[in-house]
């Protein structure tokens, strides 16, 4: 059984960064795609950003894109999430998941960690 825990969280400044990571262990991280998800008080989990399987393929939210990055290494079973530039916006609870899709039902969700973006 795949388990995902993520780290890397804590507070930064506006403009700070970041880098997130989501480690695997139960199974080998290279046959699934990997998805980033946040939640913000009060808010819906929102998809983040995405990986492929190889790592060939990525995707953002509008709200990320040119300033977080994602990536992989397979061979320490890891993907993480580099974020630059951060905004008070995107503080939030990040999770990763071997999916990309929002919205899928899944029961596997890890604690998450917790970004705040905050003067």
């Known amino acids: 059984q795949l388990q995902l825990v993520e780290s890397g969280g804590g507070l930064v400044q506006p403009g700070g960064s970041l880098r997130l990571s989501c480690a695997a262990s139960?199974?080998?991280?290279?046959?699934?795609?990997i998805g980033w998800f946040r939640q913000a008080p009060g808010k819906e989990r929102e998809g983040v950003s995405c990986?492929?399987?190889?790592?060939?393929?990525?995707k953002y939210a509008d709200a990320v894109k040119g300033r977080f990055t994602i990536s992989r290494d397979n061979a320490k079973n890891t993907v993480y999430l580099q974020m630059n530039s951060l905004k008070p916006e995107d503080t939030a609870v990040y999770y990763c998941?071997?999916?990309?899709?929002?919205?899928?039902?899944?029961?596997?969700w890890g604690q998450g960690t917790q970004v705040t973006v905050s003067s």
């Open positions: 998941a071997p999916f990309c899709k929002n919205g899928v039902p899944y029961d596997y």
């Open positions: 139960g199974s080998t991280l290279d046959d699934y795609p």
């Open positions: 990986i492929s399987t190889s790592g060939g393929s990525t």
